[in-house]
Antibody, heavy 121, light 113 residues
Framework: EVQLVESGGGLVQPGRSLRLSCAAS????????MHWVRQAPGKGLEWVSG????????AYADSVKGRVTISRDNAKNSLYLQMNSLRPEDTAFYYC??????????????WGQGTLVTVSS | DIVMTQSPDSLAVSLGERATINCKSS????????????LAWYQQKPGQPPKMLIS???AREFGVPDRFSGSGSGTDFTLTISSLQAEDVAVYYCQQYYSSPLTFGQGTKVEIK
């Protein structure tokens, strides 16, 4: 069974940093592209960033570009999101999501339960 | 960026009746080289993460009831729930994966009338 478990969320002041992690299990991690998708409380879904199986193809939403870095460690079956210079508008549930293939088919086949990031002073 | 626009924003349907949700993309998401539409549909119930229902515009995911179907091509797509059940109350999103940035529709809330 595919499992994606996010961690690292919490309350952080504006301008500070946070690192989210996603522990994956139940599938061959390095066979699939992975993504972060966020959802502000009561709002819709917003794709944040994606990374292909070998980390050679990475993309970011304009809203986070330059402030966020996605990475993965295939040996540890883990996905990460380093978030810097956080803003109140970054407040959201952050979901780790698995694509159904290694590259080029970036739908979200499986989702974690999400971790809440709250940016507030 | 490809803008995804869903209609309506919400709808109330009687149990057993049909629910239809539309999704329009600002440019075609049909990839000519493989004739595939890069369009997915998701269901999100309160307090839960989204769940993929349909990929490639019309391919139902394993385990998704056959009352859910997707159709359309190019820029106009439809998710149909043929006979609404109580457990189908949720917000439904379309998403294009034709090009980056990946984008979602604003969501359609489905309720029981």
């Amino acid at each position: 069974e595919v499992q994606l478990v996010e961690s690292g969320g919490g309350l952080v002041q504006p301008g500070r940093s946070l690192r989210l992690s996603c522990a994956a299990s139940g599938f061959t991690f390095d066979d699939f592209a992975m993504h972060w998708v966020r959802q502000a409380p009561g709002k819709g879904l917003e794709w944040v960033s994606g990374i292909n199986w070998n980390s050679r193809k990475i993309a970011y939403a304009d809203s986070v570009k330059g402030r966020v870095t996605i990475s993965r460690d295939n040996a540890k079956n883990s996905l990460y999101l380093q978030m810097n210079s956080l803003r109140p508008e970054d407040t959201a549930f952050y979901y780790c999501a698995k694509s159904p293939c290694s590259t080029g088919c970036d739908s979200f086949h499986h989702w974690g339960q999400g971790t809440l990031v709250t940016v507030s002073s | 960026d490809i803008v995804m626009t869903q209609s309506p924003d919400s709808l109330a349907v009687s149990l057993g009746e049909r629910a239809t949700i539309n999704c329009k993309s600002s440019q075609s998401v049909l990839y000519s080289s493989n004739n595939k539409n890069y369009l997915a549909w998701y269901q999100q119930k309160p307090g839960q993460p989204p769940k993929m229902l349909i990929s490639w515009a019309s391919a139902r995911e394993f385990g998704v009831p056959d009352r859910f179907s997707g159709s359309g091509s190019g820029t106009d797509f439809t998710l149909t729930i043929s006979s609404l059940q109580a457990e189908d109350v949720a917000v439904y999103y379309c998403q294009q994966y034709y090009s980056s940035p990946l984008t979602f529709g604003q969501g359609t809330k489905v309720e029981i009338k």
